[in-house]
């Protein structure tokens, strides 16, 4: 397996590993602010407009990748407001089902901080649903919570559920 950041526009064949893994990631309940069923087309619209976000700077993207395979991402948020140059949001961690619980997820994780050091931040923020694994995740990798926030977001089965927002100084 190796992380790498995307620095050039994706393939088609990266694209669609991408729109599989998000397709995936929301049919087994990830909140990743999409409902189900989330249709292909939707998904793959979705990457196009992450990709000109790494094109223009906004953000950074990183893929796990087993073989030839993508299966498993993450985003930096870069552009912050003016008063905020220090701060980064990660966005969108995603591991595929079929990979879960191998240490995929922490290695993203430490990727992004790693990256987001290289870039300038020094805070980072992120947010996921109250009582899921990447609470967990989050948790372990020192990401200190604060009180979560009821109703704050729909789950992929388009239920009000609480998010937990997490900080963490890198």
Same mark, same amino acid.
């Given at each position: 397996? #190796?992380?790498?950041?995307?620095?050039?526009?994706?393939?088609?064949?990266?694209?669609?590993?991408?729109?599989?893994?998000?397709?995936?990631? @929301?049919?087994?309940?990830?909140?990743?602010?999409?409902?189900?069923?989330?249709?292909?087309?939707?998904?793959?619209?979705?990457?196009?407009?992450?990709? #000109?976000?790494? #094109? &223009?700077?906004?953000?950074?993207?990183?893929?796990?990748?087993?073989?030839?395979?993508?299966?498993?991402?993450?985003?930096?948020?870069?552009?912050?407001?003016?008063? #905020? /140059?220090h701060?980064?949001?990660?966005s969108?961690?995603?591991? &595929?089902?079929? @990979?879960?619980?191998?240490?995929?997820? *922490?290695?993203?994780?430490?990727?992004?901080?790693?990256?987001?050091?290289?870039?300038?931040?020094?805070?980072? @923020?992120?947010? *996921?649903?109250?009582?899921?694994?990447?609470? &967990?995740?989050?948790?372990?990798?020192?990401y200190?919570?604060?009180?979560?926030? /009821?109703?704050?977001?729909? *789950?992929?089965?388009?239920?009000?559920?609480?998010?937990?927002?997490?900080?963490?100084?890198?």
């Amino acid at each position: 397996m #190796q992380i790498r950041k995307v620095s050039e526009p994706l393939s088609s064949p990266e694209l669609d590993d991408l729109t599989s893994l998000l397709v995936d990631a @929301v049919e087994n309940g990830a909140s990743l602010g999409f409902l189900k069923p989330l249709e292909e087309a939707r998904a793959r619209t979705y990457w196009e407009g992450v990709c #000109q976000a790494v #094109q &223009h700077g906004d953000k950074a993207l990183l893929v796990a990748e087993i073989g030839e395979a993508i299966l498993g991402t993450v985003q930096v948020v870069l552009d912050m407001p003016q008063n #905020q /140059p220090h701060r980064g949001e990660v966005s969108k961690m995603i591991v &595929h089902s079929k @990979v879960r619980q191998v240490g995929l997820g *922490t290695r993203l994780l430490d990727a992004a901080e790693e990256w987001a050091r290289y870039a300038g931040k020094s805070l980072l @923020v992120l947010d *996921t649903q109250t009582g899921s694994a990447a609470e &967990h995740l989050y948790r372990k990798a020192g990401y200190n919570p604060l009180p979560p926030l /009821p109703d704050y977001a729909l *789950t992929p089965d388009g239920v009000l559920a609480a998010t937990t927002i997490f900080w963490k100084r890198i």
